[in-house]
């Protein structure tokens, strides 16, 4: 008591001798003003991280496109998703880590002094980051919050149409890309995935676009051409240099977060999964001895989807993947190629042949994996490899999972989208392959009225429901 007295006396004697007892209320967690530039870098690395990402509460993707098996919990890979709430992980990851900076960033932007060129800029960057957030929540649940997302006055906010979103979002960065003045400076070092250059945001923007023109290919043919070819002419990236990728530090936390999981935590939860191990091996892809490591006699072994895997029967996770620094990519120049490739089958002008491209996506994918020259040359050369325009959506569609090894994400929507490669069903699945995520309880236990909204439009809030884009 007589402690407790002494602090009180102390403090009335400070706010005495200061006579402005104003700042007495003032949340030093929560500053009211904020650098513009630490609340980017910390939306950046928190989008890189959730995607980038191989936790078992969060990110998934590995495992559902059979990249990974897993070895301690197996209920992912059996596409039960329910027992961890690990779609509300990637809603709030996106939603309150990702946006709510993003929408904090903004607003700091606006009561800056800096100059009026580097705001404009800044606020370009800040849409385009938060419409790459939007595409990665709409093609994981379909309906999600949009319109009201981010408004502060609305508790219970309203579930947007998928495909009017993705409209809106092609605007956006449409806008966005036209809006960047690269003779004017952004975020400098705070910009954690350009350094402040404001000519690589603007190949970004465009190649982006291009990926989500592709997306809506099969739904909507004449606006994704649209789309797709303006893209190109804004210029997409011209080298693997112009690749969009967060470099991490060698130590936690600022370390590649799959190597958190593989290293860092001490654990054996994954191994590699036999359909992309049996798949690798039938094209003599060299990439094998880079996505796993060998068994004791050099062979490589995966198990089975589904199963509960023993880890000393089963080729580990390659030795790059245990790596701190590993780069995180959002989008890299192989993707882009491998997108113009499908463009240019589509008949869209691309400035190159479908095969040409194709060739292009496929050998910088390889040497992103340090495949050398004499191996890419020899993989190149098989027939199984060679393009084929007849079935051009097999033929793109393995060599985009092949390239996605290490982006789930992305390699789920192709499979979804492309249709290839036709992964087998898991031992003791509880479902069918699972074309989206459920709404996250939260959202059916606090804002039920629209969450039921929401489910009735997309079609049923089940993991098998087909998105909007997914209709072919």
């Given amino acids: 008591m007589r402690k407790q007295l002494l602090l009180i006396m102390l403090a009335g004697g400070m706010a005495s001798c200061t006579g402005d007892l104003t700042g007495l209320n003032n949340d030093l967690k929560s500053p009211e003003e904020v650098p513009p530039g630490t609340l980017f870098a910390n939306a950046s690395r928190e989008f890189m991280d959730v995607n980038a990402g191989a936790n078992q509460y ?70 385009i980051l938060e419409v790459a957030a939007f595409y990665y929540l709409v093609t994981t649940f379909g309906n999600v919050p949009y319109s009201e997302a981010l408004n502060d006055e609305v508790a219970y906010p309203k579930y947007d149409d998928a495909a009017a979103i993705y409209t809106d979002l092609l605007r956006r960065v449409t806008e966005a890309h036209a809006s960047l003045d690269p003779t004017g400076g952004s975020f400098g070092a705070s910009d954690l995935l350009y350094g402040g250059d404001v000519a690589a945001w603007k190949k970004f923007a465009a190649s982006f676009k291009l990926k989500m023109a592709l997306l809506i290919a099969d739904s909507d043919a004449d606006a994704a051409r649209t789309a797709a070819e303006n893209a190109i002419t804004s210029g997409v990236f011209t080298s693997s240099d112009d690749d969009c990728k967060l470099d991490y530090l060698s130590a936690p936390p600022y370390a590649n977060p799959v190597y958190e999981e593989l290293v860092e935590s001490g654990r054996a939860d994954y191994v590699a999964n036999r359909t992309i191990v049996d798949s690798l091996k039938a094209f003599n892809d060299p990439r094998i001895s880079r996505y796993f490591q060998p068994m004791a006699d050099g062979s490589f072994a995966g198990a089975p989807p589904g199963t509960k895997a023993d880890f000393d029967r089963f080729s580990p996770i390659g030795e790059v993947l245990h790596e701190a620094e590993l780069p995180g990519y959002l989008l890299d120049y192989a993707e882009v190629r491998l997108l113009m490739a499908e463009a240019a089958q589509r008949g869209w002008a691309t400035g190159g042949t479908a095969a040409e491209h194709y060739r292009a996506g496929i050998t910088a994918a390889m040497k992103n994996w340090g495949v050398t020259d004499a191996e890419i040359t020899d993989y190149l050369a098989q027939g199984k490899v060679a393009y084929d325009a007849a079935n051009w959506k097999k033929c793109i569609g393995i060599q985009k999972w092949f390239a996605y090894f290490n982006r789930g994400h992305d390699g789920w929507t192709e499979v979804r989208r492309l249709d290839y490669p036709v992964l ?26 629209n969450y039921e909204s929401a489910a009735q439009a997309v079609g049923g809030d089940r993991v098998e429901t087909k998105l909007w884009w997914d209709k072919n």
């Fill in 424 to 449: 087998p069903m898991p031992q003791g699945a509880i479902s069918g392959f699972p074309n989206r995520y459920k709404f996250p309880v939260s959202e059916h236990n606090v804002n039920r009225r």
């Fill in 58 to 127: 969060i990110n998934v993707f590995r495992v559902i496109t059979q990249y990974w098996q897993q070895t301690t919990y197996n209920e992912e890979s059996m596409y039960q998703f329910d027992t961890r709430s690990i779609s509300g992980a990637w809603w709030r990851d996106h939603y309150y880590y990702t946006l709510q900076n993003l929408k904090a960033c903004r607003a700091m932007v606006s009561l800056a002094s800096a100059d009026d060129k580097v705001k404009k800029n800044q606020m370009a960057t800040i849409d």
